[in-house]
């Protein structure tokens, strides 16, 4: 028999009531989410029938009739499964379809015993069989059982204990600056972004090095890429003042590996050190390909490194290596003194430093950059004198090479190399996202993401010519929404989309409302209240956040430390933790919670 019921607060009347307030018994997110229902699917092996609210100790209890006790020839097991319904308006009384599965256990039940459900501190269910009063069955031998969901992990309640101080001192230097002095609040909100960041990023791998060890570092692998891709987009002047390309090639430098396939593994950086280590590099098939993928996705010095390691650069005296030399030497020539739109010493210069002329002048960047596409225009129409001697000796090589300079000659003028090029970028990339890379440091070095990106966006995934391969379709799906949604600037369709999806856990979603609000006007759409709530969405995911934190013995304290920043719901919410925390007498909960406020504000 499938038995599905609704958990519901009552008075002590009986008259039932959604909103009525609950006590120390109650789920804490019941007292913070009005809209929040607790549903429980209980599976037994023969029927069972469900108890009213128990006058006595205020909990739920479900025991199976007399009837069925008697007919009961072995022991029954209880499934129990608890799903959590979070919406903005009504729920209805039947299980819904979006419901989230949070917890499931199974516990012995004996026949005609009872089984008594409880909950915990933060996201804890208590579960133990005990002696029906009806029957007086059961309870001989309990069985006893604590089910959690949303538990953070090792490395979470690491990142848990960094953030924690870098939030505490924010929300104090915002309190203190109030909201006049806007330039003082985004240089606290940008300190506050870096040290979240540093946290994150504290103990992920090296992504050429392999993926990552476990599924909770893929999941930080996955929060440190998109926590720094936001930060471009609302915090980095680089967005703004056309730096776009060299950051984003940057950061795609440093988190292309979440793309992959095999997520976290950044394939093409672990090729070229592993063909840096190769005798003969040219012997090597993927050795071409894997070049001019460096090239396309902006990692030109990883290029100029693995372009140097061909044999014909310790071959000078041989006249046979003459036209190998010639050629690859023009290439290279080309790549290392390419100019760069960049903010010197910015976080953008970092994967491809040393290749290039940096300038932030935008008038200097592009008298360079003109000569400089005048002269790879000039070799790719020379291309065939140029590798015809190349041609004889080795055709691999000059197909490479004439990949390379197909890739540099998207920023022509002459329309016919530009589409060439295009075409040939199409081919090479394993994914939207790499040809949209290509295109926007060879042919648009300077774009504005806010009044372009869209556009450009739509112009590569529309070509029929690029092919999805080795790539994480479902990770592209949900990169594409964040990122049309970050240029668009829409602070909320950012933030629905974080709290959403997998790659966002709890605890990022808390922390990313606050890089968010550095765009103006976003901090009204932020702080508008909830009718289901009273709070603004911020404090529900506060609340949600802190609920997690409160189910482990290690985090229990930062929870109330996050309460003590929830003007509506963080002081009844806090007594409630401390309550059903290991605290002691009132007295001592009383000091504990003085304190707690105190060290807070």
């Known amino acids: 028999m499938h038995l599905t019921f609704k958990v519901k607060r009552a008075h002590k009347c009986g008259r039932s009531s959604q909103t009525a307030r609950c006590d120390h018994k109650a789920p804490l997110s019941w007292s913070l989410l009005r809209t929040c229902r607790y549903i429980i699917n209980v599976q037994l092996q023969s029927p069972l029938a469900v108890e009213t609210l128990c006058d006595e100790c205020d909990c739920w209890h479900l025991c199976r009739p007399a009837s069925a006790a008697r007919s009961a020839k072995a022991p029954a097991l209880a499934v129990i499964a608890a799903m959590a319904l979070i919406v903005a308006g009504n729920v209805n009384g039947g299980v819904n379809e979006d419901a989230v599965e949070l917890l499931s256990c199974c516990v012995p039940a004996a026949p005609g015993s009872r089984l008594h459900f409880s909950w915990g501190t933060g996201t804890e269910a208590r579960l133990c069989e005990v002696q029906s009063t009806q029957t007086s069955s059961g309870g001989q031998d309990p069985f006893g059982a604590i089910c959690n969901w949303t538990v953070l992990g090792i490395e979470q309640r690491r990142i848990a204990h960094e953030i924690a101080p870098v939030y505490k001192t924010l929300r104090k230097r915002l309190q203190q600056l109030g909201t006049t002095r806007q330039q003082e609040r985004k240089e606290a909100l940008i300190t506050y972004s870096e040290g979240v960041l ?37 915090l980095s002047d680089e967005a703004t ?50 070049l001019q993928h460096l090239v396309l996705t902006g990692q030109v010095e990883a290029a100029l490194d693995l372009l140097t390691q061909h044999p014909a650069y310790d071959a000078l005296q041989d006249p046979d290596m003459a036209a190998k030399v010639a050629a690859l030497e023009s290439v290279y020539q080309l790549l290392r003194v390419v100019p760069r739109y960049t903010r010197a010493g910015g976080s953008s210069s970092g994967r491809l430093a040393g290749t290039g002329t940096l ?20 070799l790719w129409e020379g291309r065939e004198q140029l590798l015809a001697d190349l041609k004889k000796l ?40 790499e040809l949209l890379l290509g295109m926007l440091l060879w042919k648009y070095p300077t774009l504005q993401p806010q009044l372009h ?54 605890q990022f979603v808390t922390h990313i409302y606050d890089v968010l609000r550095a765009l103006p006007g976003a901090d009204r759409i932020i702080s508008r209240p909830l009718p289901h709530l009273g709070g603004d969405q911020a404090e529900m995911y506060t609340l949600n956040y802190a609920e997690s934190l409160a189910g482990s013995a290690a985090t229990w304290q930062l929870a109330a430390e996050y309460l003590a920043w929830c003007p509506v719901h963080g002081a009844p919410v806090l007594e409630i933790l401390l309550d059903r925390s290991l605290v002691g007498g009132s007295a001592c909960t009383d000091c504990v919670l003085w304190q707690l406020l105190i060290g807070a504000k």
Not at 359 to 378: G, I, M, N, Y
Not at 395 to 411: E, K, M, S
Not at 462 to 470: G, H
Not at 495 to 505: D, H, I, M, N, R
């Open 394 to 433: 080795d055709a691999q090589a000059a197909r490479g090479l004439a990949g390379i300079l197909c890739l540099l000659v998207a920023g022509s003028d002459k329309e016919h190399h530009v589409y060439t090029s295009f075409q040939f970028m199409a081919q090479l990339s394993h994914n939207w996202v």
């Open 198 to 234: 540093e946290a994150l990023a504290a103990n992920v791998n090296d992504a050429a090095a392999g993926p990552p060890e476990s599924d909770e570092m893929l999941h930080v692998a996955y929060e440190a890429g998109l926590w720094e891709l936001l930060h471009l987009f609302f």
């Open 453 to 506: 990106l869209r556009n450009l966006v739509t112009k590569v995934k529309a070509v029929p010519a690029l092919c999805t391969r080795q790539s994480d379709e479902e990770f592209l799906d949900f990169f594409e929404q964040l990122v049309i949604a970050a240029c668009d600037q829409e602070v909320q369709s950012v933030a629905s989309l974080c709290t959403t999806t997998p790659y966002c856990s709890l």
């Open 359 to 378: 300038t932030d002048d935008v008038v200097l960047f592009s008298q360079e950059r003109a000569a400089w596409r005048q002269r790879v225009d000039e």
């Open 241 to 290: 003042e056309g730096f776009f390309a060299e950051a984003f090639a940057s950061w795609f430098g440093q988190h292309g590996g979440l793309f992959n396939s095999n997520p976290g593994f950044n394939k093409l950086l672990a090729e070229a050190r592993r063909m840096l280590q190769m005798q003969r590099v040219d012997t090597d098939p993927a050795y071409w390909p894997t």
